[in-house]
């Protein structure tokens, strides 16, 4: 029996409500928007995002800024790329050959060093404070991105570490978080015979709709949206079972979580949903940091480079958007713990896909990567030239009472040079 | 030979080594010639003083060759033939007898002249120029390997060479003829942390590990035993300390069951004299690294012994076998009687912050006379026994 249905499958389904919902228990709310539709459309319509979410901070000067000789060097050397001057890390060997797909920064310069500021500022391109709940770039995505009465959320997360959610643009775009394996949580599954289950449903939308005709409050139209939601995914949930793909893709991603977790982001993209996160952890390498990352990065660049591959394959790269980054970089000087710790005055981000020119270095820093030498980017430029590959106004404002916000902060430059004319 | 008196113990020289940090340091013969290499892949040769000194001698040679950090060295008895291994991918054979081939200048205090220029406010300090050392060449460059090498050692018989690379791949080799006796690989993935050979070269004990944290469904950690000739297997150690853990169980099984035994790896490894026992050491950063003394036999663990704060970076029996010594990341040498377990000596004192400074290796002389560490702060501390 084939497991996976094709999103063209699912095109004639009657959509539901759109909107929010949360669960029965704890009012988790989830965000869902249109209709899934067919993979050619996906790949003409409007544009899509991943964000590969390096938990804890990737080292630059092992990644995409490396310093070779210098006393903040480290133990890595550099490779070639297929781009002609533009070397990086040899940990990086698949993405090396892939870096006429990227774009990299490396004149990050960035305002928060610390895990909790930093994931805060780098999901949502502001620093927190506390009377305004900004909405992270995921939940912008799905909001400006997301297809309304979809059977797919348009926000999801694998395994990864935001810590802001939907913040002022409400619950509808609160993401779906997806466990370290990509499982679906256990509240969306339910384990009750089919029968069973609609009788529960039929008696549960009658006592909603009691209760709704007596109380005209939000709440509780978002708590019945939220179970069309989860009944909408029953249909799409096959989509989330990778293994009939594994076999034939696990040898190009790389027998790891991280490589299950880049495909399944492929497969989400391909099935219409706006915005997929997905996170590897453990790079806040305070103590043996070299160590650390030789056991982190082969496995991530090698899903990161396959995913390139295959999104183009598919004819999907040029709507899709892939941000690779963490919350912080890592110190120049090493500790005597064999260790990097947190830095923010230069460090590097790449960017690939949809809107974005390839095979460029931005930005510099100077010899020993203390400091940006060149073209600095701000986390309101990163986020706005983002925002402006996938076509949405960076400087589009929404309000908090009479307060504008806009999407990108206010004085944020897109960095023109990175994006297609 | 005279006998490993850790009793008494005085600090013969600090030899100046800034810069990278000295990662690893073996004696040369005698207890009067060593050789100590650092991260950047420098390997200077220094002759040591006769009498405690505070005017550290400069180094007599630069082996030249290496071009990333040097993880091991090993030595023969003689001190005529030296390996090194490194993450250059490279494994060299060094003739430390053989002429120089030229000379060049070395500056290895730069990090003490910038202190004084600061200090004295005289720039001048650090342009000052440095000393002229002998240069030499490898006589042989085992280049087989094709990530880091982290684990070397030469059997007791000094006929046989073992080493283990980051791709999981371990070679034994013929020393004389420089060619390969058996090659064989662990789990994807995994590096090869350790090594050892038995005195006769016929057994082999290899560690691996990775740093994946729970990101691959492999174990991270293996510590086996091998006929040194053929590669196969003759004892999974981790197997017998964990009889009821899967064999393929993932890294959760790891971080549970096996985490206290490994902890963050194998990083150091060594054979008793008599081949009886193994000692291992608990590397990476961990609460307490602890140095355990194995039945080389069965694996069974006979005791653990020492205990250095945050990890231990280095193993090793003295010649008669009664000790073991063991380098650590709370800047010392732990002296360990093997017949108790009991701690006889301790050398060095805790350096640093909340983090102490590494001793990165250790060696003892040939004559047991003396032990000398690689310490990250720059230099190589050599003490004299008895």
């Known amino acids: ?421 | 030979m005279p006998a490993f008196q850790p009793n008494k113990v005085q600090l013969l020289c600090d030899l100046t080594f800034e810069g990278a940090w000295p990662t690893t340091v073996a004696f040369l013969g005698s207890s009067r010639r060593l050789a100590a290499g650092n991260r950047d892949g420098q390997l200077f040769i220094w002759e040591l003083p006769d009498k405690q000194t505070k005017e550290p001698p400069p180094p007599v040679r630069f082996l030249q060759g290496h071009t990333n950090g040097i993880t091991r060295l090993r030595a023969t008895r003689d001190g005529k033939t030296l390996v090194s291994s490194s993450l250059d991918r490279s494994v060299r054979l060094w003739d430390t007898t053989a002429p120089t081939t030229g000379s060049t200048e070395v500056v290895l205090d730069m990090k003490t002249r910038e202190q004084e220029a600061r200090r004295q406010r005289k720039p001048e300090i650090v342009t000052k120029p440095g000393v002229k050392v002998a240069t030499q060449t490898a006589a042989h460059v085992f280049q087989v390997h094709q990530n880091w090498v982290q684990a070397l050692d030469l059997s007791g018989d000094e006929k046989r060479l073992i080493t283990g690379d980051d791709n999981g791949m371990t070679i034994v080799w013929d020393l004389a003829s420089r060619k390969e006796i058996a090659r064989w690989t662990g789990y994807p993935g995994n590096w090869i942390t350790s090594a050892a050979l038995t005195s006769d070269g016929q057994t082999a004990f290899v560690a691996e590990f990775c740093s994946r944290r729970g990101d691959f469904d492999r174990p991270p950690a293996q510590a086996r035993i091998y006929d040194a000739s053929t590669g196969k297997e003759k004892l999974d150690i981790l197997k017998v300390q964990f009889p009821n853990v899967k064999k393929r169980d993932n890294s959760y099984g790891y971080a549970t069951t096996w985490g206290k035994f490994v902890a963050r790896g194998f990083v150091a490894a060594d054979f008793s004299p008599d081949d009886n026992i193994l000692a291992v050491g608990q590397g990476g950063e961990t609460g307490t690294g602890k140095v355990h003394l194995l039945d080389s036999r069965t694996g069974k663990l006979i005791r653990s012994v020492s205990g250095h704060q945050y990890g231990v970076t280095d193993v090793q029996f003295s010649a008669d076998g009664q000790f073991v010594l063991s380098a650590g990341r709370d800047t010392s040498i732990r002296i360990c009687r093997v017949s108790d377990g009991k701690e006889i000596a301790k050398l060095g004192k805790e350096r640093g912050g909340q983090f102490k400074d590494w001793f990165h290796a250790v060696d003892v002389s040939p004559d047991q006379q003396c032990v000398a560490a690689a310490d990250i702060a720059g230099q190589v501390r050599v003490w004299r026994l008895g």
């Not at chain 1, 509780?220 to 249909?235: C, D, F, K, S, T």
């Not at chain 1, 996160?277 to 453990?282: N, P």
């Open chain 1, 1 to 421: 029996m084939k497991k996976f249905c094709t999103p063209i499958e699912h095109v004639s389904r009657r959509a539901f409500l759109k909107g929010t919902f949360g669960t029965v228990t704890g009012g988790l709310l989830m965000n869902w928007g249109g209709l899934w539709h067919a993979a050619e459309n996906v790949k003409n319509e409007r544009k899509h995002c991943i964000l590969l979410w390096m938990n804890g901070g990737v080292s630059q000067f092992e990644t995409f800024d490396m310093k070779p000789g210098r006393p903040t060097g480290g133990l890595f050397r550099p490779i070639q790329t297929n781009v002609t001057g533009i070397q990086i890390c040899e940990l990086m060997p698949n993405i090396a050959r892939q870096m006429d797909k990227l774009a990299v920064i490396r004149s990050m310069h960035t305002s928060q060093i610390d895990h909790p500021g930093g994931i805060h500022l780098m999901h949502t391109g502001y620093a927190a404070t506390a009377n305004i709940r900004y909405p992270e770039i995921g939940a912008i995505m799905a909001k400006y991105l997301g297809k309304e009465e979809s059977d797919l959320p348009d926000f999801i997360k694998i395994s990864s570490q935001g810590n802001s959610g939907a913040g002022y643009l409400g619950p509808k775009y609160q993401p779906f978080n997806l466990d370290h394996s990509g499982n679906l949580p256990p509240f969306s599954l339910s384990r009750l015979d089919p029968q069973d289950e609609l009788r529960r449903h039929e008696l549960r939308q009658f006592v909603e709709g009691e209760f709704a005709k007596k109380h005209k409050v939000e709440t509780a139209r978002m708590h019945q949206e939220a179970y069309e939601g989860v009944r909408r995914l029953q249909r799409a949930k096959a989509v989330f079972d990778i293994e009939d793909e594994w076999e034939k893709y696990r040898d190009r991603y790389g027998d790891s979580k991280f490589g299950k977790r880049c495909l399944l982001a492929r497969r989400l993209i391909e099935s219409g949903v706006a915005f997929v996160e997905v996170g590897q952890s453990s790079y806040d390498t305070h103590a043996d940091n070299f160590t650390g990352h030789k056991g982190l990065l082969p496995p991530m660049e090698q899903a990161w480079a396959a995913l390139l591959v295959d999104l183009e394959e598919r004819g999907l790269l040029q709507s899709t958007l892939v941000v690779w980054m963490g919350e912080i970089g890592r110190t120049p000087r090493i500790n005597n713990r064999s260790g990097r710790d947190h830095y923010v005055r230069a460090w590097s981000t790449a960017l690939a896909g949809a809107g974005i020119k390839g095979g460029q270095v931005y930005g510099a820093t100077d010899k020993d990567g203390i400091d940006v030498k060149d073209n600095p980017v701000t986390e309101g430029d990163f986020f706005a030239t983002i925002y402006k590959a996938v076509g949405i106004n960076p400087k589009k404002e929404h309000y908090q009472g009479i307060r504008p916000i806009p999407i990108a902060p206010f004085g944020s430059k897109v960095v023109d040079e990175l994006l297609r004319s």
